[in-house]
């Protein structure tokens, strides 16, 4: 029985892998195949799988106008100038074109920056680093963000890892003057977002230094909704052939179909109370409010957060931290119902998704700007409602927006749903210090915006009631506007000076008609005579100008400007020149050349002694003469020899200094000393000339004693005498104490002990005398 073989079975056929470079091969000669008007979705173009999956991952399925006609162009390697209106899909018209180029070049990390990608605002470029995030997720290319506000040392660290790089113009530049790992040299397209933003006078010379930076060899993108078509901007930017992509050039209106766009005549004081009655009539709904500076933008937000309309606040400005503004930005985002009070750093590129309206509280800068900030809402086949506020002085730009193929049109405010926020501002204000210098900064900010524009036909300055504009943002007292003071004031001094000359004109023709009537006769038919005296007596005079025959004025016209009348009374003309008679303005410039001139150090200071001659400090300045020489000799460099031999010199000095320091010191210390004791000496002499002085008192009253005023001691005793010969001690204690009772009380004198002993010892002598009567006694006592 013969065995069977059996027969292997595979479970699986393994996929030949087809090589990368021959994928790339295929993609790229399908390039020259892309039909735009056949080709409606992503999958129908000569794409990547890795840049497909990516789109497909975030619903990005159908192209729109603008990506259709422009990515096919560019794959080709042409250079694009891309119009079309806002919301349109411009970001992915040339994230994928960039995408694609750099994976059929197999790009890598290690081959340094391959896209560039500029943009003027940050919050664009954070929006388009995020979009390249999703749609490039399985691409092994790595993406920068680079923009003001960050960390700039983390940035120049991984400069050198970019492929794509999404920057500011401003951050870039500071990369390239700075960065020694950023290199551009293999660079191989440029994209300019927003272009005409980016290449206006605003950036003008930053651009023209990142430009001058670039390889000449590369392809150039430019996108916008109002893009240029400056001859001069596109010399710049060295484009070759480039092709003029705009979608929308031909079609009935510039702005999205589905945007309705209305304007209102406001007066300026009811700015305030109109929007807030809108954002309380509006409760439900996505808002963006525009203004024309940040501080307009500050106080606004800080008012309305505290009058509470019922709706979440949020403010977008340039001069909040970079952080904190894409925080705001990504909440605003994600919010169904707010309002974003923002500059026109919101206006440009941001898809802020579902945004219901769009309030210009200020008039715009121009037509483009309009289209720009309008352009928030009804993005991409969405509707959306747009609302422009103007004063009556401003309704010249709704001629503009007409003439652009702008549809607008003219709604009015109801009267009785106008609610005034003024009384409560006014008390806020009242409360809060900080929040009134806010509205006081908001309010010159806001006249000097008017102030700045270009085009005075819509904006005019002296048409603004700004006491009551004042009041609408609940200041009491209008702040001072210094700028247009001092604009006044030179106009006011220029319309004088025309004023003078006008006036000094006026005298002169008077004068010249005085003159020329003393040639001129009676005679009407001699009128050929007249025209030679007034030609030859204005050749008197230089001031006389001789028009030509086809001129419409008068055969003969006077120089006002360098005509000056002194006396009139005289009949005589004196003639000077007007540059004589103004005083000459003394500038900075002139002052520092007079200085130089007189070879003056300026900020010096020079002493001099009783003697005349100039004291020098040698802390400040060099004493040896081996050092003034050096120093007047040196041209460049340092001889280190005869620095040291200047250094020995100078060290002598300094020596001697340190010598006659240390004896000032020790001087003042013995004068210390010697003045301590003086004083000492002093304070003993004073004492004892104090108890001489105590001693002489009690001499003299015991020398000259008054005994007027002694008792009669018969009168007291009577006239029996008692024997004080007696030794018995009774005797002896009873004249002791008659003694001392008959003594006068007299003011106790404080005596030292040698003063005490000797009292006592006089006592003694008398006691031991033996007198016989208190009196004798009494007699003895005041004669010692």
């Given amino acids: 029985m013969a065995h069977k073989t059996k027969e292997k079975v595979k479970i699986y056929k393994k996929k030949r892998q087809i090589p990368e470079s021959k994928i790339i091969e295929d993609l790229q000669a399908k390039y020259n195949d892309i039909d735009e008007t056949k080709i409606k979705k992503f999958i129908d173009m000569p794409l990547s799988n890795k840049t497909l999956k990516g789109l497909k991952e975030n619903n990005y399925i159908e192209l729109t106008d603008i990506q259709r006609q422009s990515i096919g162009l560019a794959l080709k390697g042409n250079d694009i100038l891309g119009a079309a209106k806002t919301g349109s899909g411009k970001t992915l018209a040339f994230l994928v074109p960039v995408l694609e180029i750099l994976y059929c ?27 390249l995030r999703k749609v490039g997720l399985y691409h092994d290319i790595s993406a920068g963000l680079i923009i003001g506000g960050k960390d700039l040392k983390f940035e120049k660290k991984r400069m050198d890892q970019c492929n794509i790089v999404i920057c500011t113009p401003g951050r870039l530049l500071q990369h390239m003057d700075e960065n020694p790992l ?14 005409d933003r980016c290449l206006d006078m605003g950036f003008e010379r930053t651009m023209n230094s990142i430009i001058e930076n670039l390889p000449p060899k590369r392809q150039t993108l430019l996108f916008s909704a109002t893009q240029t078509k400056s001859v001069r901007d596109l010399a710049r930017l060295s484009l070759k052939d480039p092709m003029y992509v705009s979608v929308h050039e031909h079609a009935e209106h510039t702005t999205p179909e589905g945007l309705q766009q209305s304007y209102i005549v406001c007066s300026l004081e009811d700015k305030i109370a109109m929007l807030w009655s809108f954002l309380r009539s509006h409760l439900k709904q996505k ?31 340039g001069t909040l931290h970079q952080l904190r503004r894409m925080d705001i930005y990504e909440s605003f985002c994600k919010k169904h119902y707010a309002v974003l009070f923002a500059t026109d750093i919101a206006a440009r590129g ?134 247009l003071q001092k604009t006044q004031n030179n106009t006011s001094n220029i319309q004088k000076e025309i004023n003078k000359e006008s006036k000094e004109s006026d005298n002169l023709d008077i004068c010249n008609n005085s003159e020329t009537n003393r040639y001129t006769s009676n005679e009407s038919d001699n009128e050929d005579d007249n025209v030679m005296n007034h030609i030859s007596h204005a050749r008197k005079h230089d001031n006389i100008n001789f ?16 005509i000056d009348i002194d006396d009139m009374s005289d009949g ?104 301590n004791k003086k004083a000492k000496n002093k304070d003993k002499s004073d004492d004892e000339e104090s108890q001489e002085a105590n001693s002489d008192v009690s001499e003299s009253e015991f020398s000259e004693p008054d005994l007027s005023w002694l008792p009669d001691p018969d009168k007291i005793y009577g006239e029996e005498k008692t024997d004080l010969n007696e030794n018995s001690p009774d005797n002896f204690e009873s004249t002791e104490n008659s003694m001392i009772h008959s003594l006068p009380k007299r003011k106790l004198i404080v005596q030292k002990d040698k003063k005490v002993k000797k009292k006592r010892k006089i006592i003694n002598e008398v006691i031991n005398s033996g007198l016989k009567t208190d009196e004798e006694l009494a007699l003895q006592l005041l004669q010692q």
């Fill in 105 to 131: 070049k197999q790009w890598t990390r290690y081959d340094g920056v391959g896209a560039l990608i500029i943009t003027p605002t940050r919050e664009l470029a954070y929006q388009i680093y995020e979009t």
């Fill in 182 to 195: 950023f290199d551009c040299v293999n660079m191989q397209i440029l994209i300019l977002d927003e272009a």
């Fill in 287 to 317: 808002i963006i409010v525009f203004f024309s500076s940040c501080k307009q933008v500050k106080y606004v937000y800080e008012a309305f957060c505290r009058l509470r309309p019922g709706i979440s606040l949020l403010a977008l400005y």
């Fill in 350 to 483: 941001l898809d802020f998704p579902a945004v219901n309206w769009v309030v210009q509280m200020d008039c715009p800068e121009d037509v483009n700007a309009y289209i720009h900030r309008a352009g928030r809402t009804a993005r991409f086949q969405a509707g959306g409602e747009s609302l422009l506020v103007l004063l009556p002085s401003e309704l010249e730009m709704v001629q503009q927006l007409q003439e652009r193929k702008i549809p607008i049109n003219m709604i009015k405010i109801n009267p009785n749903k106008l609610h005034s926020p003024h009384r409560k501002l006014e008390a806020l204000l009242a409360r809060d210090v900080s929040l009134k210098g806010s509205a006081q900064r908001a309010f010159v900010a806001y006249i000097k915006s008017v102030f700045l524009m270009k085009d005075k036909q819509v904006f005019n300055v002296k048409a603004l009631n700004t006491d009551e504009y004042a009041r609408s943002l609940g200041l009491a007292i209008p702040p001072r506007i210094r700028f």
């Fill in 547 to 562: 028009m030509d025959d086809d001129s419409d004025d008068d055969l003969l016209t006077v120089k006002r400007r360098n």
């Fill in 572 to 675: 005589t003309e004196n003639i000077k020149d007007d540059k004589s008679n103004k005083k000459k303005v003394i500038t900075k410039v002139a002052i520092a050349k007079k200085i130089l001139k007189k070879k003056i150090i300026p900020n010096s200071k020079k002493t001099f002694g009783d003697d005349g001659k100039e004291v020098i400090d040698p802390m400040k300045s060099k004493v040896s003469e081996f050092a003034k020489k050096y120093e007047n000799e040196i041209d460049s460099g340092i001889n280190i020899e005869v620095a040291k031999q200047v250094l020995r010199e100078e060290d002598q000095f300094d020596k001697q200094r340190f010598r006659e320091k240390i004896k000032e010191k020790h001087r003042e210390e013995k004068l210390k000393l010697k003045a």
